[in-house]
């Protein structure tokens, strides 16, 4: 199959057809999201950023067993650019393979794919249950009870954000700012 620069829609529709859980539908979308708020703020190709942060955990729901091994497989059948593929499929770095982040948005994804999941629950526990008045202080408190959000590989995020060069407070209030942007889209709007 010829190589094939995907479309957003493109990209959404194949989404859909692999996932129908509504938590794992809106983790996409707040990665997306922030992949988006991420490449704007850093001049790159926000539409290759954001289809990558979309469809990185495409195989989660229907191969979890197989997560990233999967959806290599389906988009090179898909004919998606290697650089695309890679750039999904790095995010499971030292979890579920050996494809070490290498480009900015390879280490983006690594790092917020995580962080996203404890934005999401820090807004839960909120009396407004949003982002939009949320501020990355009380993240970052609720970062430093393991408890919460137990789930959360920490050290993935903190690992990610070294990469980058970037402090932990300031990956978490661009995470915000990122998920801010389709908080109505993952049931984060205030209320």
Not at 173 to 181: A, F, H, N, P, Y
Request: charged share 30%.
């Amino acid at each position: 199959m010829n190589e094939h620069t995907p479309t957003y829609d493109e990209a959404h529709e194949l989404l859909l057809e692999f996932n129908q859980s509504e938590s794992l539908l809106k983790h996409a979308y707040a990665v997306e999201g922030v992949m988006r708020y991420m490449a704007r703020r850093n001049g790159e190709d926000e539409g290759k950023w954001s289809i990558v942060g979309l469809v990185h955990d495409l195989d989660y729901e229907r191969f979890p067993d197989e997560h990233c091994h999967k959806t290599k497989e389906i988009l090179e059948g898909q004919g998606w650019p290697p650089e695309y593929i890679r750039g999904v499929i790095s995010h499971g770095w030292g979890v579920c393979n050996d494809i070490e982040p290498q480009t900015m948005m390879e280490k983006t994804l690594y790092t917020i794919d995580e962080l996203t999941g404890l934005v999401t629950a820090a807004a839960l526990v909120r009396p407004s249950k949003s982002v939009m008045d949320m501020e990355a202080k009380s993240v970052i408190k609720k970062w430093k009870d393991k408890s919460f959000a137990a789930g959360v590989n920490r050290s993935v995020i903190e690992q990610g954000a070294a990469m980058l060069g970037v402090e932990l407070r300031d990956m978490v209030t661009d995470t915000i700012l990122g998920m801010r942007e389709v908080a109505d889209r993952i049931g984060l709007q205030s209320e």
